[in-house]
Structure formats: C-alpha cells, structure tokens
C-alpha cells in the first residue's frame, strides 16, 4: 500500500467553479500534512499547510482534514485558469520525512 | 521562507560520467534533503543531509550512487555517479520546515 494515494486525473472544472481534490495516507501516526501546486517544468510550491482536524482556509484555498479517516482534501473556489497544474499531497511523520502523492492534474477550462 | 538555489539547472550527461548538483540556501538551516522526480512521476526522497554528519538514505538508494556532501549550514552537494539513462530526472533540494524546494536540475543521460 502506497503512503499517499491521490486520484491521478485528470480533473476538468470549468472557470469558477470550485475544484476539490482528494488524498488518503496509510501512516496512521502522521502529523503534518501539505499541499503542493507544480506547473509543468518547474519545483513544487507549498500551497497550505494543515495540522490538525478540520479545516484551513486562505484566499480561495481550504484545506480539510481528518485523521480518523486519514483523508486531506483541498478545495480551489473560483477556480481560475492559472491555477491548472498539478497538485501534490505531502505527509510528514517527523516533520522532516515527507511521502509525496503522485499528483491529481487539474485542469481550469476558461 | 528560505531561498534556495541550485546549479546547474539542466545538463546533457553521458552514460558512465558523473554529476555534481550544488544547492545553496540564504539561511542556515538544520537539515537538507535531496529529492528526485522522475518523469511523470512523484517526488521521492533520495536522502536527508545534516552537517556534520554522514547523510541518511532512504530505501533503495546507496552512498556508492548518490554520495552527498554537506559542509556547512548554508550548503550541500548531491553527485549523481555511474549514470544511466534510468537517472534521468529532475533533482530537487529541500530544506527542514515546510520542505520549501529549489528549481531544481534537470538531467538527462544519453
């Protein structure tokens, strides 16, 4: 079973809609978790970051969390074309040991 | 957030040679980590790098092949030995935190 699983994509959403995006980890004892957004071609950028249950917003960005389910989500409202990319799920034990997801490619059609 | 560089950003190598990957950050820090993605792929941690210290490897990746130095607290070298195509990917160095990355080096081996 991988650490962090992500539904590969890709995910279509139509300018303005909201974008949800979905990961599991399997590490019951992870205590940080983060969001990621890469573009093609270049080095993933820290979106959000979550701690603990429940959720966290900034901007048009929240992230959900819950350690019962073992379950991070992340939600895009007013999605724009800019922000097409893909996105990664990270889960740290340490705090310093971080498991990737394989990324969910979204795509923001204008 | 801390500023990380690294050198070079891309290089065409040859099958056999070796490669030496500079990263260099604008504050001291504790830890360092290199990453590698492959092509379509996730991020994977290759090894941790504290200075003073010989560098911690994840599973499946050996000091033979990814020796790595760590001099100081601003900086640290990942050398790449023996390549094949199979090490094709892009090279990414991290720092302790909220893994922020560098633009990491892209490497393809003919």
């Known amino acids: 079973q991988k650490e962090v699983e992500q539904n590969s994509g890709p995910l279509s959403v139509p300018e303005g809609a909201i974008a949800s995006l979905n990961c599991t980890y399997s590490d019951r004892v992870s205590q940080s978790f983060f969001w990621y957004r890469q573009y093609s071609g270049k080095s993933p950028e820290l979106i959000m970051s979550i701690y603990s249950n429940g959720d966290k917003e900034d901007g048009r960005f929240t992230a959900q969390l819950n350690k019962a389910s073992q379950y991070v989500s992340l939600l895009i409202r007013d999605s724009q074309p800019s922000d097409s990319a893909t996105y990664l799920c990270?889960?740290?034990?340490?705090?310093?040991?971080?498991?990737f997801g394989t990324g969910t490619s979204l795509t923001v059609i204008p | 957030s801390a500023v990380i560089s690294q050198k070079p950003s891309r290089d065409i190598c040859q099958r056999g040679t070796s490669l030496t990957i500079q990263c260099q950050v604008d504050?001291?820090?504790?830890?360092m980590f290199w990453y590698r993605q492959q092509p379509g792929q996730s991020l994977t941690l290759i090894a941790t790098a504290n200075q003073g210290s010989e560098a911690t490897y994840e599973s499946g990746f050996v000091i033979d092949k990814f020796p790595i130095s760590r001099p100081n607290l601003t900086f640290s070298t990942l050398t790449v030995s023996n390549m094949s195509p199979e090490d094709s990917s892009i090279y990414l160095c991290s720092v302790s935190g909220e893994q922020f990355f560098g633009p990491g080096t892209r490497l393809t081996v003919l």
């Open positions: 504050s001291q820090v504790t830890m």
């Open positions: 990270a889960v740290s034990r340490t705090g310093n040991q971080f498991y």
